[in-house]
């Protein structure tokens, strides 16, 4: 078991975000958390990073805490944290260096995870030179330099439009296969989900109340028109609309 979460509570001030909750994701699994609007999603990442601390209960990642500083964690989030005034290159390095990699690293694992996010030619731009969607793939080859065990990933498609979305999709899945590392995903867009995820995790209205764990068995390339695709998506949109109705009944 990769990463396990047990008996986490979490507050914000007197607000309950989280009683007492448990998870489990294997390891190399790509883990998708879907869920209305305010239900903890986002504070969850946070919490598994170790952004947050947690009132009560641990995460531990093979039996030991998780740390940021070891670079066991790479965080990709929704909006662009790359340095504006560094090129890739050094934004990339910039990250190398935080995390004690040895300088005689640098130059080669840079040509390395740019190639593996199909920017090898964009070494030297600056981030106001590059699309919404290259920004991202930098920001995802920036963590991946590091090689870090867990990938958190905060919505890091969500402002880009559907076409390049896609294909960002499709290029992630691509090198979770050859990287196989453990993926823990948020998003608000279900067919996002069960396009990348093996394991869906439902959360309800209410903060921090897991409603359901899917388990995934489509083939790949996954056909968004395909039967089982599209049954699967309504199957998750009835549960979060219902998750909603419940909330709002509280
Ligand atoms: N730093 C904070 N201080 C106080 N309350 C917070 C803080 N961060 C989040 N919250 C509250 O915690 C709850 C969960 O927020 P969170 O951002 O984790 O939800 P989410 O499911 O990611 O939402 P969304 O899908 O809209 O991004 C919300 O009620 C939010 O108002």
């Known amino acids: ?39 903890g999603k986002s504070t969850l990442l946070r919490i598994i990073s170790g952004l947050y601390k947690p009132v009560e209960g ?27 005034w560094y090129t890739v290159e050094q ?15 640098w130059d080669r694992t840079v040509d390395y ?24 793939r930098v920001a995802i080859a920036r963590v991946l330099a590091y090689n870090p065990r867990l990938l958190l990933m905060d919505e890091p498609f969500a402002s880009l439009d559907a076409l390049n979305r896609n294909r960002l999709q499709a290029d992630l899945v691509d090198l979770w296969h050859r990287e196989k590392k453990t993926v823990i995903f948020v998003t608000h867009n279900i067919d996002e989900a069960v396009f990348l995820a093996e394991r869906i995790v439902v959360m309800g209205s209410k903060p921090g109340r ?15 028109t395909g039967a089982e695709f599209c049954r699967l998506r309504r199957r998750i949109l ?13």
């Open 1 to 39: 078991m990769a990463l396990v979460l047990s008996g986490v509570t979490h507050r914000f001030k007197e607000i309950k975000i989280f009683e007492k909750l448990d998870l489990e994701v294997e390891e190399g699994c790509f883990c998708c958390i879907v869920g209305p609007s305010g239900c």
């Open 58 to 84: 641990r995460v531990l990642l093979d039996k030991a805490p998780l740390s940021l500083e070891k670079g066991e964690i790479g965080f990709v989030f929704q909006e662009d944290t790359l340095f504006p």
């Open 91 to 105: 934004n990339i390095k910039f990250a190398l260096r935080a995390r004690n990699i040895d300088k005689n690293l």
């Open 113 to 136: 995870t740019l190639q593996k996010v199909g920017l090898a030619e964009y070494r030297h731009y600056y981030p106001k030179q590059l699309s919404g969607g290259m920004k991202q």
């Open 210 to 224: 897991i409603k359901q764990i899917l388990e995934l068995d489509l083939p790949r390339p996954r056909d968004r």
């Open 238 to 250: 009835a549960m979060i609309e219902g998750a909603m109705s419940e909330g709002l009944s509280e």
